[in-house]
């Protein structure tokens, strides 16, 4: 592929460490350069030193590999800050429960900064730096409240990382039949107003949003993700392969080892090619 006119997007993995499987995925797509960044769950149980170690040694094999943190504040996950409220049996809340609350302003702003700080000494510790950036698990950190927690700490203990917004730029009529989505377009807009006048650096869009139902066809909506994507765009995905670990955790199983099936295939890279993206 000519170098003229190709754009670099961020093809991102969530939850590297949610499971063992999981894991293994991720770090299968980047050894074979299908995937050029990962963030991780330091509140999940399967991110151990071990794993951490491995998905260092690809990045050193990989520079242009980034690692984010995956900040998580939602059930059935537990915190890693004393005080964290409001809890549902030491647990974090449920997602409707977590966005009501920041939506109702009943969300502290100093616990939830508090809860990030714990989660980046948690990565520091595990993978020896601190992340490259952060997003999201369950795309809380565009949340009210939540985001202007997230904001201030990565101002001020992450100089330089970048923050994930959940803005798309595909077409009105698209956007409709996506009430999530909708929902994560309306809230990224308060959130890059923030990120500006903070002076932190986000994506200048996003893609990877679906409705996760168990007949979706990956390998169809995919390309629609790349369309009118700019250079630095970020895609979210979640390949993994299906384990005990993740079913206890997650409700997305199945669909996982479907775009892990689509991302190792000849097919994606045919697709980058047709919409003159690359990922290094």
């Given at each position: 592929?000519?170098?003229?006119?190709?754009?670099?997007?961020?093809?991102?993995?969530?939850?590297?460490g949610?499971?063992?499987?999981?894991?293994?995925?991720?770090?299968?797509?980047?050894?074979?350069?299908?995937?050029?960044?990962?963030?991780?769950?330091?509140?999940?149980?399967?991110?151990?030193?071990?794993?951490?170690?491995?998905?260092?040694?690809?990045?050193?094999?990989?520079?242009?590999?980034?690692?984010?943190?995956?900040?998580?504040?939602t059930?059935?996950?537990?915190?890693?800050?004393?005080?964290?409220?409001?809890l549902?049996?030491?647990a974090?809340?449920?997602?409707?429960?977590?966005?009501?609350?920041?939506?109702?302003?009943?969300?502290?702003?100093?616990?939830?900064?508090?809860?990030?700080?714990?989660?980046?000494?948690?990565?520091?510790?595990?993978?020896?730096?601190?992340?490259?950036y952060?997003?999201?698990?369950?795309?809380?950190?565009?949340?009210?409240?939540?985001?202007?927690?997230?904001?201030?700490?990565?101002?001020?203990?992450?100089?330089?990382a970048?923050?994930?917004?959940?803005?798309?730029?595909?077409?009105?009529?698209?956007?409709l039949?996506?009430?999530?989505?909708?929902?994560?377009?309306?809230?990224?807009?308060?959130?890059?107003r923030?990120?500006?006048?903070?002076?932190?650096?986000?994506?200048?869009?996003?893609?990877?949003?679906?409705?996760?139902?168990?007949?979706?066809?990956?390998?169809?909506?995919?390309?629609?993700?790349?369309?009118?994507?700019?250079?630095g765009?970020?895609?979210?995905?979640?390949?993994?392969?299906?384990?005990?670990?993740?079913?206890?955790?997650?409700?997305?199983?199945?669909?996982?080892?479907?775009?892990?099936?689509y991302f190792?295939?000849?097919?994606?890279?045919?697709?980058?090619?047709?919409?003159?993206?690359?990922?290094?």
């Amino acid at each position: 592929m000519s170098e003229q006119g190709v754009r670099r997007i961020v093809l991102c993995a969530d939850d590297y460490g949610i499971s063992p499987g999981v894991n293994v995925a991720i770090r299968e797509l980047i050894a074979r350069g299908r995937l050029n960044a990962t963030s991780a769950m330091v509140v999940a149980r399967a991110l151990t030193p071990s794993e951490a170690a491995s998905l260092l040694a690809l990045k050193k094999a990989a520079p242009h590999l980034q690692i984010g943190l995956h900040f998580t504040l939602t059930a059935p996950f537990r915190p890693l800050s004393e005080g964290y409220a409001p809890l549902r049996q030491d647990a974090f809340m449920t997602l409707p429960e977590t966005l009501g609350s920041a939506l109702t302003a009943r969300l502290d702003r100093d616990r939830v900064a508090r809860e990030l700080r714990a989660q980046i000494a948690a990565f520091s510790v595990l993978f020896g730096c601190l992340p490259d950036y952060v997003d999201g698990h369950q795309h809380v950190q565009v949340f009210p409240r939540i985001r202007d927690a997230t904001l201030s700490v990565v101002r001020n203990a992450l100089p330089g990382a970048w923050i994930r917004q959940c803005g798309r730029v595909t077409p009105l009529v698209a956007r409709l039949a996506d009430r999530k989505g909708m929902l994560l377009d309306v809230m990224s807009r308060g959130f890059r107003r923030r990120a500006a006048a903070a002076g932190v650096a986000f994506n200048p869009a996003f893609a990877g949003s679906y409705d996760f139902r168990p007949d979706a066809d990956f390998a169809a909506l995919f390309p629609k993700f790349l369309d009118g994507l700019p250079q630095g765009g970020v895609v979210m995905c979640h390949p993994g392969f299906v384990d005990d670990e993740l079913r206890a955790l997650d409700p997305l199983t199945e669909l996982r080892e479907r775009e892990y099936a689509y991302f190792a295939s000849d097919a994606f890279l045919e697709i980058l090619r047709a919409h003159r993206l690359t990922l290094s």
